[in-house]
T-cell receptor, first 114, second 115 residues
Framework: SQQGEEDPQALSIQEGENATMNCSYK?????LQWYRQNSGRGLVHLIL?????REKHSGRLRVTLDTSKKSSSLLITASRAADTASYFC??????????????FGSGTQLTVLP | KAGVTQTPRYLIKTRGQQVTLSCSPI?????VSWYQQTPGQGLQFLFE???????NKGNFPGRFSGRQFSNSRSEMNVSTLELGDSALYLC?????FGTGRNEQFFGPGTRLTVL
């Protein structure tokens, strides 16, 4: 079962607005990654933030990480209809047998209305 | 550079049958991981292969198995299929450079339906 939670579960905004999604986890992590998934298709890698980083930017994406609160947030600025998708956070646990084993959150369904 | 490819994209099987799914990682990537995605359980880690060896395994029954070939291509097999095995099976590849460079790049998935 998933060991990460995301909120909100669903988010509906107008084109041009910003979208913020939050993710929480329970263990010590190596890093945290964010992915996008369109309609049950493959996952698209968006951004990776290491445990010693606090903030990272990539285009219209801004990710923050607070290891003391075991939480992360993804901000999408100036959203577009094409951003409509499910967004997942995934972390790599220090205690797992492999740094490449990802534990996924429950996902946020983002709908951007034109 | 070509992305991760998975075949077949769709598969329909009946209970009790077995199935083999294939994954070709991004060229140069040596780690291949498999995940199962269902509406009820979400995305769950199945196993990881690196240098033809299983490095890690998730909490799945022994009916789920896999292997990796010398060219890093990987297959997963599910025997004695059950209705609950219906899912999207995703393969991910990674360069596998230590703990800081383990971005996972996913393929389009294989949609398995068990009737």
């Amino acid at each position: 079962s998933q060991q990460g939670e995301e909120d909100p579960q669903a988010l509906s905004i107008q084109e041009g607005e910003n979208a913020t999604m939050n993710c929480s986890y329970k263990t010590s992590i190596n890093n945290l990654q964010w992915y996008r998934q369109n309609s049950g298709r493959g996952l698209v890698h968006l951004i990776l933030i290491r445990s010693n980083e606090r903030e990272k930017h990539s285009g219209r994406l801004r990710v923050t990480l607070d290891t003391s609160k075991k939480s992360s947030s993804l901000l999408i600025t100036a959203s577009r209809a094409a951003d409509t998708a499910s967004y997942f956070c995934a972390h790599s646990q220090i205690s797992s047998g492999s740094a490449r084993q990802l534990t996924f959150g429950s996902g946020t369904q983002l709908t951007v209305l034109p | 550079k070509a992305g991760v490819t998975q075949t077949p994209r769709y598969l329909i099987k009946t209970r009790g049958q077995q199935v083999t799914l294939s994954c070709s990682p991004i060229s140069g990537h040596r780690s291949v991981s498999w995940y199962q995605q269902t509406p009820g359980q979400g995305l769950q880690f199945l196993f990881e292969y690196f240098s033809e060896t299983q490095r890690n395994k998730g909490n799945f029954p022994g009916r789920f198995s896999g292997r990796q070939f010398s060219n890093s291509r990987s297959e997963m097999n599910v025997s004695t299929l059950e209705l609950g095995d219906s899912a999207l099976y995703l393969c991910a590849s990674s360069l596998a450079f230590g703990t800081g460079r383990n971005e996972q790049f996913f393929g389009p998935g294989t949609r398995l339906t068990v009737l």
